[in-house]
């Protein structure tokens, strides 16, 4: 099983910005759609976003939309989520991670093949 890795996460001021990068390999890239995930203290998980794997076609929760923006660099070997106007309410978490086709999904936080092991954001005054 291929692993994913997520760095970029750190501490932001609200209204500040952050870069999510979760490393991954070409063929799964080319192949398959990936998703961004997180989780805040206490709760259960919550979709972000999700791009296919043409990356013609993105998907954000209507909470992030406007703020937040997936993308996806093969010869990188990275999926990003550009993050900007943080709320402290986008505190958490963040997995990527990898769906079993090559659809984008969303509002799904199940149907994964598997997913990272996560980066912290924190976003307090």
């Known amino acids: 099983q291929e692993q994913l890795q997520e760095s970029g996460g750190g501490f932001v001021q609200p209204g500040g910005s952050l870069r999510l990068s979760c490393a991954a390999s070409?063929?799964?890239?080319?192949?398959?759609?990936m998703s961004w995930v997180r989780q805040a203290p206490g709760k259960g998980l919550e979709w972000v976003a999700d791009?296919?794997?043409?990356?013609?076609?993105?998907y954000y929760n209507p909470s992030v939309k406007g703020r937040f923006a997936i993308s996806r660099n093969i010869a990188r070997q990275n999926v990003f989520l550009q993050m900007g106007s943080l709320e402290p309410e986008d505190t958490g978490v963040y997995f990527c991670?990898?769906?079993?086709?090559?659809?984008?999904?969303?509002?799904?936080?199940?149907?994964?093949?598997?997913r990272g092991r996560g980066t912290q954001v924190i976003v307090s005054p």
């Open positions: 791009i296919n794997a043409n990356a013609d076609t993105t």
């Open positions: 991670a990898k769906r079993p086709g090559d659809r984008a999904l969303s509002d799904d936080t199940s149907n994964f093949d598997y």
């Open positions: 070409s063929d799964t890239l080319r192949r398959y759609a």
